[in-house]
Nanobody
Framework: QVQLMESGGGLVQPGGSLRLSCAASGRITSFGAMGWYRQAPGKERELVARIFNVGSTNYAGSVKGRFTISRENAKNTNMVYLQMNSLKPEDTAVYYC??????????WGKGTLVTVSS
């Protein structure tokens, strides 16, 4: 079994920065993709950023140029990070870590709340 655990959320002022981290634990495996989704109150969950095992990335248009996704795959370690700069109130949401494993499907973390407010 695989578990994903997010950390790094919190309250930040508009224009500020936060760095989210996600650690995978349990069965050691190679994920085809890892990334971040978010869900704001009253809205559907949406893709924020995704990074594939070959290193290519996808970003939502609303965060491109402000957020950067990165990944660390070392022995016994699967981590994904989201550096968020120039945060805006509309970035307020619960951010969920995501991982995809071929033959098994998707895994999700429980989420971490990011609040951008003055």
């Amino acid at each position: 079994q695989v578990q994903l655990m997010e950390s790094g959320g919190g309250l930040v002022q508009p224009g500020g920065s936060l760095r989210l981290s996600c650690a995978a634990s349990g069965r050691i495996t190679s994920f085809g993709a890892m990334g971040w989704y978010r869900q704001a109150p009253g809205k559907e969950r949406e893709l924020v950023a995704r990074i594939f095992n070959v290193g290519s990335t996808n970003y939502a248009g609303s965060v491109k140029g402000r957020f950067t996704i990165s990944r660390e795959n070392a022995k016994n370690t699967n981590m994904v990070y989201l550096q968020m700069n120039s945060l805006k109130p509309e970035d307020t949401a619960v951010y969920y870590c995501y991982a995809y494993e071929s033959g098994y499907g998707d895994y999700w973390g429980k989420g971490t709340l990011v609040t951008v407010s003055s």
